[in-house]
């Protein structure tokens, strides 16, 4: 499995963004995914995740009430929409998906827990 995000670019604080993740396997159903974002001078961090159903969601406190995650294992792609972007929120955003069976409706928010990662793409806000 591949996972390729897309969606990136640079908005003024204020705007919205969508960030798109898609899978190259029907497996991606079945499992969580996630969205981490590394800014320059930080350490990789946990933004938000959606289980393998889909029912359930978990958000950083940083982003709740303005960013909502969800997925469409349909056409393999989970998406990551944006809203009232602040410039604290420029980082490279990557999703990454936890590959086993086992829970796949809790919560997962470190990186040692997701087996596949994107290659990331930039998020750049503007004051």
């Known amino acids: 499995v591949q996972l390729v995000e897309s969606g990136g670019g640079l908005v003024q604080a204020g705007r919205s963004l969508r960030l798109s993740c898609a899978a190259s396997?029907?497996?991606?159903?079945?499992?969580?995914i996630a969205w981490f974002r590394h800014a320059a001078g930080y350490e990789l961090e946990f933004v938000t995740a959606v289980s393998g159903s889909g029912r359930r969601t978990y958000y950083a406190e940083h982003v709740k009430g303005r960013f909502t995650i969800s997925r469409d294992n349909v056409k393999n792609t989970e998406y990551l929409q944006m809203n009232s972007l602040k410039p604290e929120d420029t980082a490279v955003y990557s999703c990454a998906l936890r590959v086993s069976t086992y829970q796949t409706e809790s919560y997962y928010p470190t990186t040692l827990e997701y087996h596949l990662w994107g290659q990331g793409t930039q998020v750049t806000v503007s004051s």
């Open positions: 396997s029907r497996t991606f159903e079945a499992y969580p």
